[in-house]
């Protein structure tokens, strides 16, 4: 019985040097702080005079207005009739695609569905602003991929 007392403090012991040392190696460099990781869904068309896709937007500059600078990965996951923001809403409104791209250069990132450009005969080309590095495979599929990550989901 005392020898397994004494092995069990033996451990207990090696456990609490162990912690103190990793304890003391943290302190020593901290970490840098995490990244804030946010996904904005968007699926929706932008009814009357484009107000959803406005409000939208409003959203995104007001979060980013509270972020620290570089301190987050912010994504807008498009498909359906979200494409509406880029495919009418930034073609025809000078203010929203001036605040698409104010967004586009604090770093958030438009992602597209590729497979709602393939079923509704959508051409990259007639989408505001927007790549090949834009697309996604599957809109639903992407958002489901971050929050499994750990995204932050919001839907406006």
């Known amino acids: ?16 040097a162990g912690a103190a040392t990793a304890g003391g190696a943290a302190a020593q460099a901290p970490a840098a702080p995490a990244k804030e990781l946010i996904l904005y869904h968007l699926n929706q068309p932008g009814g009357e ?22 301190g987050y990965d912010l994504r807008v996951v498009m498909h359906g009739a ?13 203010q929203i695609a001036a605040t698409v791209d104010e967004l586009k250069l604090a770093g958030v990132r438009f992602e597209i569905c590729r497979i709602t450009l393939r ?3 959508i051409k990259l080309e007639e989408l ?7 697309l996604v495979e599957s809109g639903v599929g992407q958002v489901a991929r971050l929050q499994h990550r750990g995204f932050a989901y919001i839907k406006i």
């Open 128 to 134: 505001y602003d927007a790549t090949e590095d834009d």
């Open 49 to 70: 005079e484009f107000r959803h896709y406005r409000q939208l937007l409003r959203n995104l500059r007001n979060h980013l207005s509270v972020l620290p600078q570089g």
């Open 82 to 94: 979200g494409l509406g923001l880029l495919r009418l809403a930034a073609r025809q409104e000078p």
């Open 1 to 16: 019985m005392a020898a397994r007392m004494r092995r069990g403090a033996g451990l207990t012991g090696l456990l609490a």
């Open 119 to 121: 079923l509704d005969g």
